[in-house]
């Protein structure tokens, strides 16, 4: 039966894992396929990160929609503000 490259490689990587584990366990039978069932803990540690590593990007993403949304918005009344500072120390450099 032929398989996708890819199913087929991983379907060998697995074969080669779960030999590993038969070394690893010193189990001799062939007829006994070691599987490591995964645990609760790293789970929950996993979910947690890609949580929190979301939650990162959304506050990153809204800051800088804040921020460009503030440059937007107040832009016509910082640059008055900035012109007029640079007028008074344009003054007093003069005198």
Excluded at 54 to 82: D, N, P, Q, R, T
Aim: aromatic share 8%; hydrophobic share 45%.
């Amino acid at each position: 039966m032929k398989m996708k490259p890819t199913l087929q490689k991983r379907l060998d990587e697995e074969k080669k894992q779960r030999s590993r584990y038969k070394k690893q366990y010193g189990i001799e039978d062939e007829n006994v396929i070691v599987v490591e069932k995964r645990n609760t803990v790293k789970v929950i540690a996993e979910i947690l990160q890609q949580l929190i590593r979301w939650i990162a990007i959304i506050a990153v993403v809204l800051l800088s929609l804040s921020g460009l949304y503030a440059w937007i918005y107040f832009y016509k009344e910082l640059s008055g503000g900035l012109q007029a500072a640079v007028q008074e120390i344009q003054t007093l450099l003069q005198l």
